[in-house]
């Protein structure tokens, strides 16, 4: 199974900004697409965004578009996902995942990190 760790997250205003990082560990992350997903207490957990193995192609929940921004660098072997204009409603653990491709479910990939928290509070 493939190793991502999460990192960036914490605590901001609403209105503030955060960038995410996923990195990959003892393998390369460009032959991958890579996916972060959001889950809320109670709630279950929801696609944010998805980027190709290339980073030519990527999606977004409609929620989050035209505030979060997913990209990747290949020579870092990271994924980031920078959020802006942070909602209290943003609040949730964020995951990064990375199969063969963007599939629109949980289910799609199969390997995960362990999660960072958001929390968008004043």
């Known amino acids: 199974q493939l190793q991502l760790v999460e990192s960036g997250g914490g605590l901001v205003q609403p209105g503030g900004s955060l960038r995410l990082s996923c990195a990959a560990s003892g393998f390369t992350l460009d032959y991958y697409a890579t996916g972060w997903f959001r889950q809320a207490p109670g709630k279950e957990r929801e696609g944010v965004s998805c980027?190709?193995?290339?980073?030519?192609?990527?999606n977004y929940t409609d929620s989050v578009k035209g505030r979060f921004t997913i990209s990747r660098d290949n020579a870092k072997n990271t994924v980031y996902l920078q959020m802006n204009s942070l909602k209290p409603e943003d609040t949730a653990v964020y995951y990064c995942?990375?199969?063969?491709?963007?599939?629109?479910?949980?289910?799609?990939?199969?390997?995960w990190g362990q999660g960072t928290q958001v929390t968008v509070s004043s």
């Open positions: 980027i190709s193995s290339s980073g030519g192609s990527t």
């Open positions: 995942a990375a199969d063969l491709y963007c599939g629109s479910s949980p289910d799609d990939f199969h390997s």
